[in-house]
């Protein structure tokens, strides 16, 4: 599956379109490599999303889950807000 329909699907981002965005902003890792929209996602992959305020890393635990419980498709394995510089 896509980089960026994993993101979408497993609900981590909103939309495909925002998701898309993310990763061609360098703002999405997988095993700590800069990743494209079109990278083939597997199981065991590392994925690290960063934002300004935070940085969350999941592991992927499976590539499909029933409707409603996407939660399972991923395990957090790292949150981590970031604090203000002054």
Known sequence: ????????VSRLIKRRPVAQLACRSERVLVNGR???PAYQVKV???ITLRSPEWEMTVEVLALTAPRGDEESMY????LERKEEEW
């Open 44 to 46: 065991g992959d590392l």
């Open 1 to 8: 599956m896509r980089l960026d329909k994993f993101l979408k």
């Open 75 to 78: 395990r957090v394995v790292k």
């Open 34 to 36: 800069v990743a494209k």
